[in-house]
């Protein structure tokens, strides 16, 4: 099955990339959102990034104008009945998401392939919301989409390898690189990415050293880019103590439950970069050790 027209769901940060990617690859994109606020900013997000692309030469402003153009709004679910591949990206709500695949399942072509990038629910209960689960299966892009050079793709128990092959090509032609995983809690970048982070955690708080120097030392002795406290809060505290939950729950091992002082500090409001506190302080505009709290 050739994939032409592409239904991304939910226009926020990772849908808009998706689409981007996707128009950038030549796929013709409906970008669709339950807020019609939430599609123009996708749209005019992802026009100022490829100008930047264009004011950089890394791109013509044909090219520009030829993903653009490929990319239509939409605030009508029915608009996915023409689609080969819807890609799911609204909150990570199972009952939402459920919700929407069921609807979908009832518009889209007997042939069309539902994919979901969520980050932690399993693939296969979501894909009970459709008729032929063969047809099911997970596409998790990371963030920025359109920096980031993996997607790692999900097999459900009842996906088919056609549904695989199709989705690894679409992904590939992306610009991606792809892997295939089973469906289990934190697929593979995350659950491996949470035990190292859970061991950081419990570094810190055995004293071993201090947050800027563990961060230090995975930068210039693991050539790690961030250091795992920086990119927890870069990714932000909240999503890293739902993150471990989810694989504390899933795979019943204490080495993922999350560390009383991240609760601690979810618990008290600061979630990382977007809040300007969490392991550092960004307050000043710039990362600096926190003096008002004692780790
Ligand atoms: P986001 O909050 O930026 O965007 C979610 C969008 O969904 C919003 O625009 C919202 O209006 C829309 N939405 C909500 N209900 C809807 C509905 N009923 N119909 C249509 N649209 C609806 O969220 P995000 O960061 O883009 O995350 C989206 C998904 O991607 C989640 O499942 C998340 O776990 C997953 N994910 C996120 C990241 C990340 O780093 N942000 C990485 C990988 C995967």
Redesign the pocket.
């Given at each position: 099955m050739e994939v032409k027209k592409i239904f991304v769901?939910?226009?926020?940060?990772?849908?808009?990339?998706i689409a981007q990617v996707g128009a950038q690859a030549g796929y013709e994109i409906y970008l669709?959102?339950?807020?019609p606020a939430?599609?123009e900013?996708?749209i005019d997000g992802i026009k100022k990034l490829l100008g930047r692309k264009v004011a950089k030469d890394k791109m013509t402003q044909g090219e520009m104008d030829t993903a653009i153009n490929l990319i239509k709004p939409s605030t009508a679910?029915e608009d996915a009945a023409a689609a080969d591949l819807v890609i799911?990206?609204?909150?990570?709500?199972a009952d939402?998401?459920k919700?929407?695949f069921s609807k979908l399942d009832a518009i889209c072509k007997g042939d069309c392939i539902f994919a979901?990038?969520?980050?932690?629910?399993p693939i296969t209960s979501l894909a009970t919301a459709v008729k032929d689960q063969a047809r099911f299966i997970g596409m998790?892009?990371?963030?920025?989409v359109p920096v980031m050079r993996l997607c790692e793709i999900i097999r459900a128990i009842k996906t088919s390898d056609e549904t695989i092959a199709v989705v690894a090509e679409v992904a590939q032609k992306m610009g991606k690189t792809t892997v295939v995983a089973k469906d289990v809690p934190g697929f593979i970048v995350n659950r491996i990415n949470s035990a190292l982070r859970a061991e950081a955690y419990k570094c810190m708080e055995e004293g071993v050293a201090s947050i800027e120097d563990i961060d230090k030392a995975m930068k210039m002795g693991a050539n790690h880019p961030m250091g795992p406290f920086e990119l927890a809060d870069f990714?932000?505290l909240d999503?890293n103590y739902s993150v471990l939950s989810t694989l504390h729950a899933g795979y019943k091992d204490a080495k993922f439950a999350p560390n009383l002082t991240l609760e601690k500090l979810v618990t008290s409001g600061d979630l990382g970069r977007k809040t300007g506190k969490g392991w550092y302080d960004y307050t000043s505009g710039e990362k600096k050790p926190r003096t008002d709290v004692k780790f």
């Open positions: 769901v939910g226009a926020g940060f990772m849908g808009a990339g669709y959102d339950i807020a939430a599609v900013k996708g679910l799911e990206a609204v909150y990570e709500n939402l998401k919700d929407i979901t990038n969520t980050s932690s629910i998790h892009f990371f963030s920025p990714v932000g999503v």
